[in-house]
């Protein structure tokens, strides 16, 4: 004996430590992991310091966002992620894992029910979309029935919080009310698709006639007559909402979906200064102080993760919507050049209205500062956030058109060249005219993306990768690859049983892409 100490008894007591450890170690596995989706409402893949390119540009000059910096180095950077050329698309897609096309949901859906968005057209005759939107019960007409992401995590005991924008249905649908989506949680989110003030001291309201504007942002009543911007409120209730769950050690999934940064382009105090003297004009500085503003949420979230030791356990993603809006008055400066080196911007199925900032952390799987080329699409988040949460099999309403992009969290270094990636935008959403902000088609499939107008009939090539821009179409030079794609593209959308425009003249329906290489021109 040393020190009084008996050799055999501390052997046993060791031995009897180390099947503690082993027993505690299978009898308490790690909790599955928390899950934020920071959803940015019409951000583009400029609007960033982060550069989603192979170069900085003079626009990742002009915006400041130090925490997408932060979190550009502390995870993952997607360069060809991509959502719809629109808003509620995108967001039926998220919530269901269903492509567009295949649920029908091709436009913004209006607040009131039974009502299109398709703005009239002296050429073409809107196809009869899904105006109703997202349902998850059967029986409500014009709507898409499916099962919708948060019901899933529910039962696998995630906390359930929406934040902000919802914009999945109109009044009076079930969509209109995050809740009736599987949202424990509901803060702010309606059937409205933009706020009417982004002000506390309007109430977030902008009165017409003496009457509540049919945008004004419901539910936030406490921030009402406050100097508080509506993002900041948003962002403030978010993770007020977080502290039950944090208390349970309950996992959660926050949808923090931003309003910012759509119209109206309101300035936000505590930003704009610094743009107006860097000699923007006036609409570009409160734009700026928008994606500043929105950027400071992302920061105040990550602290909120950090002062609560619950980064190593949270994924974090971060998107967009949509393109960044490119279409002026409405922007300051010369029409669609917002989201240069990509061409035009919201609405087209150009890379300026489908290519969006990404970004993935997830401590423990996701490398730092590592970068994947490889394309992702928004209904790619439906299986890869319930492959987050544990994989368990779910009974599920839809099939399910995308793919888990977790293999690439763990490995961005894969490639599926041949994977076929769809848009589809048989409407027109706004009065204006802009390269296919309306009635349009687009395929990419590797590096060759085709794009297909339904007014003319017309088909483009580009090569991304030499031509980010779509500034050469090479359909003359490369008739084959044209007739290939044009054919996976008609077979995917005839698969998904999606409707093609009709000719006001004739009556026919615009060619689908592998008839139009041989059709007469309307």
């Known amino acids: 004996m040393r020190n009084g100490r008996n050799p055999g008894r501390v052997k046993h007591w060791l031995a009897v430590g180390l099947v503690f450890v082993l027993f505690s170690s299978v009898a308490a596995p790690k909790p599955p992991p928390n899950i934020i989706i920071f959803l940015v409402d019409d951000m583009g ?75 009239p057209d002296t050429l073409l005759n809107p196809v009869d979309w899904t105006i109703n939107g997202l349902s998850p019960v059967a029986g409500v007409e014009r709507t898409v029935q499916a099962t919708p992401l948060p019901v899933l995590l529910r039962q696998q005991n995630y906390y359930t919080i929406h934040a902000g924008k919802a914009h999945f249905g109109p009044l009076g649908t079930p969509g209109s009310n995050p809740e009736n989506l599987g949202f424990m949680v509901n803060i702010a989110g309606s059937e409205i698709g933009h706020p009417a ?106 602290a909120f993760l950090d002062e609560r030791k619950l980064t190593g356990n949270t994924v974090i993603i971060f998107m967009s919507d949509n393109g960044g809006l490119s279409m002026s008055p409405l922007r300051g400066g010369k029409a669609h050049t917002h989201n240069l080196p990509l061409r035009v911007g919201k609405g087209s199925v150009y890379e300026g209205g489908i290519r969006e900032p990404m970004l993935v952390r997830w401590p423990g799987v996701v490398k730092a500062g590592s970068l994947t080329e490889q394309p992702v699409i928004i209904e790619d988040f439906f299986p890869s956030m319930l492959e987050i949460a544990g994989g368990q099999k779910h009974a599920l309403h839809q099939p399910i058109d995308g793919r888990s992009f977790v293999p690439l969290l763990k490995n961005p270094a894969l490639r599926d060249s041949s994977r076929v990636f769809v848009w589809h935008h048989p409407n027109r959403w706004v009065a204006a005219e802009a390269p296919l902000i309306s009635w349009a088609s687009a395929l990419r499939q590797g590096d060759w993306k085709l794009v297909y107008d339904h007014r003319t009939s017309v088909l483009e090539l580009y090569n991304l990768r030499n031509d980010i821009g779509e500034q050469r179409d090479l359909a003359g030079q490369y008739p084959e690859k044209v007739h290939d794609l044009a054919t996976l593209l008609t077979r995917q959308l005839q698969r998904w049983d999606a409707q093609m425009p009709t000719f006001r003249r004739t009556g026919q329906p615009v060619p689908w892409p592998e008839d139009a290489l041989a059709a007469p021109k309307q």
């Open 197 to 302: 003030s982004y002000l506390g001291q309007e109430n977030y309201d902008h009165p017409v006639n003496g009457k509540p504007n049919r945008n004004a942002v419901p539910g936030l009543d406490a921030w009402h007559g406050q100097d508080v911007f509506l993002t900041d409120a948003l962002t403030h209730e978010a993770l007020k909402a977080l502290t039950v769950p944090v208390q349970k050690k309950q996992p959660f999934f926050l949808h923090l979906s931003h309003y910012a940064v759509h119209t109206p382009i309101m300035a936000d105090k505590r930003f704009v200064d610094r743009y107006l003297k860097a000699g923007l004009d006036t609409t570009e500085a409160r734009y700026a102080s928008l994606v500043e503003g929105m950027d400071k949420s992302l920061g105040d979230v990550l």
């Open 45 to 119: 893949w400029q609007d960033t310091s982060v550069p989603f390119w192979k170069q900085l540009t003079d626009l990742n000059r002009r915006y400041r966002t130090p925490n997408m910096e932060r979190l550009a180095k502390e995870g993952m950077k997607f360069t060809n992620a991509y959502a719809t050329p629109l808003c509620t698309p995108t967001r039926v897609s998220l919530m269901t894992g269903l492509n567009a096309a295949h649920h029908r949901v091709t436009n913004w859906t209006s607040p009131n029910k039974n009502t299109s968005t398709d703005y």
